[in-house]
């Protein structure tokens, strides 16, 4: 069964002297059984977070690394810099490939770079609002994954517990979703990619799928009603602990139902 993960994405928001604090409060009105929680700060509140959530069971994730160990690369962050900071990392953010130009070759170094690291790394794909009106949604997503994916360790991928989030890019920090059915049909498409283009068959189910994009405690319900999405990336609503309390709480309800189909004899 894949796990249900709530993933906060603080993008370019707190400061070290005040991201502990927020932490410790999100992690307290999230304590609820059989959801993930993952928290990503910048990079220098990595400390401060991972201090303020020591013994919580809450995961603390970097926004992005360096494909490189080492070297002469001004203003980067390596995978063993983040070592003892975070065990997860996010991959190829839209507004990485945006302001940054990652290219998905690019995303796919940092990828191999996180998982031969020990970090468990989120990778993110999604279309434009115009590669969505002109029919190729998929069509970009699927190429987004060959490009990043293509001749990577699965088995390594695998045991790092990959998870890939769905973000349609005109949907994020805009307040306009994806509809639960798009979102449903883009992480089948995603899974279909995995299994029949990138050769990896049946562990392509074994893949959590995230849908990001504007989602709020109040609109996460409708993505978590489909079974081919596994919960959230969220970014805006991720700074407020009320909106992180209500999407956990109702995470563990999918996670509780779930479980119980699960267990149900066929
Ligand atoms: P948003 O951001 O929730 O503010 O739309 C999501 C993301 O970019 O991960």
């Not at 468990?120 to 590669?131: F, Q, S």
């Not at 990959?162 to 883009?186: C, H, K, L, N, Q």
């Not at 081919?228 to 563990?252: F, N, Y």
Request: aromatic content about 4%.
């Amino acid at each position: 069964m894949r796990p249900l993960i709530i993933a906060a994405n603080w993008k370019m928001n707190t400061t070290p002297a005040d991201a502990g604090e927020l932490a410790a409060t999100i992690a307290a009105r999230t304590e609820e059984p059989g959801v993930v929680r993952v928290i990503c700060p910048p990079f220098v509140c990595l400390a401060a977070v991972r201090d303020a959530l020591a013994g919580k069971n809450v995961a603390v994730g970097a926004q992005n690394v360096h494909h490189e160990l080492a070297g002469a690369y001004t203003g980067e962050i390596s995978a063993a810099m983040l070592n003892g900071l975070a065990t997860w990392v996010i991959v190829g953010h839209s507004e990485r490939r945006r302001d940054a130009h990652e290219s998905d070759e690019l995303i796919g170094k940092k990828l191999a770079r996180a998982v031969a690291s020990g970090l468990r790394p989120i990778l993110c794909v999604g279309e434009l609002l115009a590669e969505r009106e002109a029919g190729r949604a998929v069509e970009v997503v699927a190429a987004q994954l060959r490009g990043a994916l293509a001749g990577k360790d699965v088995d390594a991928l695998l045991s790092a517990g990959f998870v890939i989030a769905y973000e349609p890019v005109w949907a994020i920090g805009t307040g306009r979703t994806a509809t639960s059915a798009d979102a449903a049909a883009m992480a089948d498409a995603i899974r279909s990619t995995l299994s029949a283009d990138l050769g990896w068959g049946d562990a392509a189910e074994d893949v959590p799928v995230l849908y990001g994009g504007s989602v709020t405690s109040a609109n996460i319900g409708e993505f978590l009603a489909e079974r081919s999405i596994d919960g959230g990336l969220v970014g805006g609503a991720s700074l407020k602990p009320d909106e992180m309390a209500g999407m956990v709480a109702r995470a563990a309800v999918t996670a509780k139902a779930r479980a119980a189909a699960a267990g149900k004899p066929e």
